[in-house]
């Protein structure tokens, strides 16, 4: 299989993500609950959310949180650290069956909703929604479409054995993060030697 780069799969997971928004918008959102009436907030119901995501798409909930307008850096890092303490509080593991784990969900704002609804939302919450009438809920054909061209985009960046790992959110977030944060920390190291001997050598 022709391998992507990063960059490329993560413009093609917004347009999967954002199509199939768009249909559940279009065929099933008017006959579900107003969410911005409900006082439920499901996001945060530690017994019921078990979300499990990819590499990639956490890669993009990374990104979407980084360059939101409504994220300024001090939030950034509540978001991480409140996730980071979903992971303990819940015991969220990187192994085993992860879809039987359960947690409030960290990327959930009180008075915003889901922080990454527009640009990084998983397919099972886009699909996600309160049916009075359980005939009027979406099929899951499209989901499993959707799902599996997620997969596929997952699989063509990383390698095989790191594509098939779901893990829930806080999992994958963190992950990402740590690893955002040691290349972050390395370029400045690396910047740094680089002053250090231009320096050095005019000196
Ligand atoms: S999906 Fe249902 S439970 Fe969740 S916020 Fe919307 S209406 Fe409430
Ligand atoms: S990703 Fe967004 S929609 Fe999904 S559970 Fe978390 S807050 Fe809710």
Same mark, same amino acid.
């Given at each position: 299989?022709?391998?992507?780069?990063?960059?490329?799969?993560?413009?093609?997971?917004?347009?999967?993500?954002?199509?199939? #928004?768009? %249909?559940?918008?279009?065929?099933?959102?008017?006959?579900?609950?107003?969410?911005?009436?409900?006082?439920?907030?499901?996001?945060?119901? #530690?017994?019921?959310?078990?979300?499990?995501?990819?590499?990639?798409?956490?890669?993009?909930?990374?990104?979407?949180?980084?360059?939101?307008?409504? @994220?300024?850096? !001090?939030?950034?890092?509540?978001?991480?650290?409140?996730?980071?303490?979903?992971?303990?509080?819940?015991?969220?593991?990187?192994?085993? =069956?992860?879809?039987?784990?359960?947690?409030?969900?960290?990327?959930?704002?009180?008075?915003?909703?889901?922080?990454?609804?527009?640009?990084?939302?998983?397919?099972?919450?886009?699909?996600?929604?309160?049916?009075?009438?359980?005939? =009027?809920?979406?099929?899951?054909? !499209?989901?499993?479409?959707?799902?599996?061209? @997620?997969?596929?985009?997952?699989?063509? @960046?990383?390698?095989?054995?790191?594509?098939?790992? %779901?893990?829930?959110?806080?999992?994958?977030?963190?992950?990402?993060?740590? !690893?955002?944060?040691?290349? !972050?920390?390395?370029?400045?190291?690396?910047?740094?030697?680089?002053?250090?001997? =231009?320096?050095?050598?005019?000196?």
């Amino acid at each position: 299989m022709h391998k992507f780069s990063e960059t490329k799969a993560l413009v093609q997971l917004r347009r999967v993500k954002q199509g199939f #928004s768009n %249909y559940i918008s279009q065929n099933y959102a008017a006959k579900a609950k107003d969410c911005r009436t409900c006082t439920i907030v499901c996001c945060q119901d #530690s017994d019921f959310v078990n979300v499990n995501i990819t590499r990639l798409e956490a890669l993009a909930i990374w990104h979407t949180l980084k360059n939101s307008s409504r @994220v300024n850096p !001090e939030k950034f890092q509540e978001i991480i650290k409140r996730t980071r303490k979903a992971i303990t509080k819940y015991n969220l593991k990187a192994t085993g =069956d992860t879809f039987s784990q359960t947690y409030s969900c960290p990327l959930f704002e009180e008075g915003i909703g889901c922080l990454v609804h527009w640009k990084a939302k998983p397919a099972p919450c886009i699909q996600h929604g309160c049916y009075e009438d359980w005939h =009027d809920l979406p099929d899951t054909k !499209e989901f499993a479409q959707v799902e599996h061209k @997620v997969e596929t985009l997952n699989k063509r @960046v990383y390698n095989a054995q790191e594509a098939e790992n %779901y893990a829930t959110i806080p999992i994958w977030l963190i992950r990402i993060a740590e !690893e955002m944060l040691a290349r !972050e920390l390395a370029n400045n190291k690396e910047d740094k030697e680089v002053y250090t001997d =231009d320096e050095n050598k005019s000196s």
